[in-house]
């Protein structure tokens, strides 16, 4: 069975960092990807960065510059860096694994981790 753990959330404030992790298991790391979402309270769940099997990232625009995403595969575990934070990026954080290579649609990511949350203060 597919299993992601996602944890590191917290409360933080504007400008500061966090480090999400999220450990996975039970898949084949080379055939599939690994991505970030998140989801803030009455909007959608939206990617926020994903990695390839191979290695390759991806990151969405609001994000970009601030967040990063490394891996660890000796521990199974993606990391999302989150640098520069603002109260907009507040929101549930989840990470999610799909076969193949990285999509933005969240609908194309079978399996899921719990979510994390992240609040920034103002």
């Known amino acids: 069975d597919v299993q992601l753990q996602a944890s590191g959330g917290g409360l933080v404030q504007a400008g500061g960092s966090l480090r999400l992790s999220c450990t996975a298991s039970?898949?084949?790391?080379?055939?599939?990807?690994i991505g970030w979402f998140r989801q803030a309270p009455g909007l959608e769940r939206e990617g926020v960065s994903c990695?390839?099997?191979?290695?390759?990232?991806y990151y969405a625009d609001s994000v970009a510059g601030r967040f990063t995403m490394s891996s660890d595969n000796a521990k199974n575990t993606v990391y999302l860096q989150m640098n520069s934070l603002k109260p907009e990026d507040t929101a549930v954080y989840y990470c999610?694994?799909?076969?193949?290579?990285?999509?933005?649609?969240?609908?194309?990511?079978?399996?899921w981790g719990q979510g994390t949350l992240v609040t920034v203060s103002s």
């Open positions: 999610a694994t799909r076969y193949g290579e990285c999509i933005a649609s969240p609908t194309a990511y079978a399996d």
């Open positions: 990695v390839s099997g191979i290695g390759d990232t």
């Open positions: 039970g898949f084949r790391r080379d055939d599939y990807s």
